[in-house]
């Protein structure tokens, strides 16, 4: 399955790694976050990309019968 329509790329890393934009999907690979670009400071969280953060992958990885945590 792909994941672009979220602004998700597939890519080889073997583990998540949030400050860098990689996640892992629903299916248990790794995917770097299209445009994403670190901005967090002390109790307040600024990291913004594309599609990623819209609400649409939540939605559709919940259908999917995924329960993200975070």
Avoid: W
């Amino acid at each position: 399955m792909s994941y672009a329509k979220y602004g998700l790329t597939a890519t080889n890393a073997s583990s998540s790694n949030l400050d860098k934009g990689i996640v892992e999907g629903p299916d248990g690979k790794f995917y770097q976050i299209d445009g994403f670009k670190h901005g967090q400071e002390d109790g307040l969280d600024k990291d913004q990309a594309t599609k990623a953060f819209n609400g649409e992958l939540e939605a559709a990885g919940r259908a999917a019968g995924f329960d993200p945590s975070t």
